[in-house]
């Protein structure tokens, strides 16, 4: 299993960049880099995936470095909204599976 | 479109008592996961199906915990006796299909709190 590696927590004020960072030491070579959001009460939400370089979609940016052991999600100018769980997983190494972390607690602080 | 429906949201039982949750996927979707989500931690994968077939349940503690998708869609997931320790958010999830290794993007619904007393 290809095992992730976040910190717990982070506040972060309103209007602010927030990157938060993600390691995965064991990426196979096939596997994608995809980072969930969650919101109390709510089932995890697909926010973005990348392969390696740089991705960007109207939500978050997601920068990694070319021996794609780690990865950052940058969040611009962060809400209040944007208080929730970030987790960072990786591809399974060929059975599918979706193995979550314990993921970042994000909080934006007014 | 219509997000992946589960029922009911919250359920209280005791423990040795049964529970059946249900989950809708998005329509399309081939593929249909059951989570179990404990507090403070990160959803852990109980059950993929894809269509009616089981793909994966390996986590799945098969000594209380079955699941079934009959005609490919709709999907059950019961708890026959449950425990202390079964309390915990139980989420589903759809995707179109069994991606390739490595590239997921799964649709959740809102999931169901359960509280074993």
């Known amino acids: 299993l290809a095992k992730t590696t976040q910190p717990i927590s982070m506040d972060s004020y309103e209007g602010q960049e927030v990157n938060i960072t993600c390691s995965h030491n064991?990426?196979?070579?096939?596997?994608?880099i995809t980072w969930y959001q969650q919101f109390p009460s709510q089932g995890p939400r697909f926010i973005i995936q990348?392969?390696?370089t740089k991705v960007t979609n109207e939500v978050a940016s997601l920068f990694i470095p070319a021996d794609r052991k780690s990865s950052t999600l940058s969040l611009p100018r962060v809400s209040l909204s944007d208080t929730a769980v970030y987790y960072c997983l990786v591809g399974d190494n060929g059975n599918n599976r979706l193995a979550f972390g314990k993921g970042n607690q994000v909080v934006v602080i007014p | 479109e219509a997000g992946v429906a589960q029922s009911p949201r919250y359920k209280i039982i005791e423990k040795r008592q049964s529970v059946a949750f249900w989950c809708n996927p998005i329509s399309g979707h081939a593929t249909l996961y059951w989570y179990q989500q404990i507090l403070g931690q990160g959803p852990k994968l109980l059950i993929q199906?894809?269509?009616?077939?089981?793909?994966?349940d390996s986590q799945l503690p098969k000594d209380r915990f079955s699941a079934e998708r009959l005609k490919g869609v709709d999907s059950t997931l019961k708890i026959q006796p449950a425990k202390l320790e079964d309390s915990a958010v139980y989420l589903c999830?759809?995707?179109?299909?069994?991606?390739?290794?490595?590239?997921?993007?799964?649709?959740f619904g809102p999931g169901t709190r359960l509280t074993v007393t």
């Open positions: 064991n990426i196979a070579t096939n596997d994608y």
């Open positions: 990348g392969y390696k």
């Open positions: 999830a759809s995707s179109l299909v069994i991606p390739p290794p490595g590239a997921y993007e799964q649709y």
């Open positions: 199906f894809q269509n009616n077939g089981v793909v994966d």
